[in-house]
């Protein structure tokens, strides 16, 4: 046998170099922020021509936001306590649920609105928590001075839990400063503010209840969060002041999309 046809006789030399590599381009986004018009444009996109339905979307946000929920929690002693609405967020939240619960935490979910109101995503979202035995509530009965701390009595768990984890899925993009939030709801963000102050940890998805999406504005009634999980880019509202003070740490998941899909969607930046 000669000596170049050995398995062991190097194939790549000075005399035989290797061919040379197509040269790859790194993926990079242009836009960094995306308003409410622009988030609905991206997810009707999505649904019509990429065939990622609304309940997928769902599934891969809720999966994002009880990620980090249990990185807040540090135990799965420590109750978290879930506000959902009627939109998306609502869906997002009753998915984080089911997936916390069948991971060991202790979930109570909290109604901010009638189940008549909500979407079929919602509602089939909301059936699959209940099934996986998620306890829900009406959010007018949630009380922040009768929960307990969340204390860990786990052996690997050398972290104690935080005194609980409040995740305000109530109101996302939709919410726009020209409409002040209604009493009901904004007694149920006081009562989440006061848990802030006793200590909870406060989780908003994709952007804090009563700021708006496109201004930055706050309501009165705003929830003040530790961390928000928004979805494809941040919106705009929570990049600029006085909406990015209640923001807290921005979290950007991608839900399983490109990184640049908001630029494939919407095409280029307009220049100023």
């Avoid at 996109?45 to 946000?61: G, N, P, Q, R, T």
């Avoid at 149920?188 to 998805?205: F, P, Y």
């Avoid at 003040?224 to 998941?253: C, E, H, M, N, W």
Wanted: hydrophobic letters at 40%; one cysteine or more.
């Amino acid at each position: 046998m000669r000596r170049n046809e050995s398995p062991f006789w190097p194939r790549r030399s000075i005399l035989h170099p290797a061919p040379p590599k197509t040269p790859v381009e790194p993926v990079r986004r242009v836009r960094m922020t995306l308003t409410r018009e622009e988030q609905r444009q991206i997810d009707s996109v999505a649904s019509k021509d990429y065939s990622l339905s609304i309940s997928i979307l769902m599934e891969h946000a809720g999966l994002a936001c009880a990620n980090v929920s249990a990185s807040l929690a540090k135990a799965t002693t420590t109750p978290i306590h879930i506000f959902a609405g009627k939109g998306m967020n609502g869906g997002d939240s009753y998915v984080a649920a089911r997936l916390l619960k069948s991971w060991g935490f202790h979930v109570t979910m909290w109604d901010c609105f009638p189940a008549e109101s909500q979407s079929n995503a919602v509602l089939a979202n909301r059936r699959a928590a209940e099934a996986f035995g998620v306890k829900i509530r009406p959010a007018s009965e949630f009380d922040p001075n009768i929960w307990q701390a969340g204390i860990s009595r786990m052996i690997h768990e050398e972290e104690p839990g935080m005194p609980c984890v409040l995740v305000d899925g109530i109101i996302g993009s939709g919410y726009e400063y020209s409409r002040p939030l209604p009493p009901s709801l904004v007694a149920i963000t006081s009562r989440i503010e006061e848990g802030h102050r006793r200590g909870a940890r406060v989780l908003s998805i994709d952007i804090p209840t009563g700021v708006d999406c496109n201004t930055g504005e706050v309501d009165p009634g705003a929830v003040s969060a530790d961390v928000t999980v928004s979805f494809v880019l941040p919106k705009k509202g929570i990049t600029v002041a006085p909406g990015r003070y209640k923001a807290g740490q921005i979290k950007v998941p991608t839900l399983g999309l490109p990184i640049n899909f908001a630029d494939i969607v919407l095409g280029p930046v307009e220049k100023p």
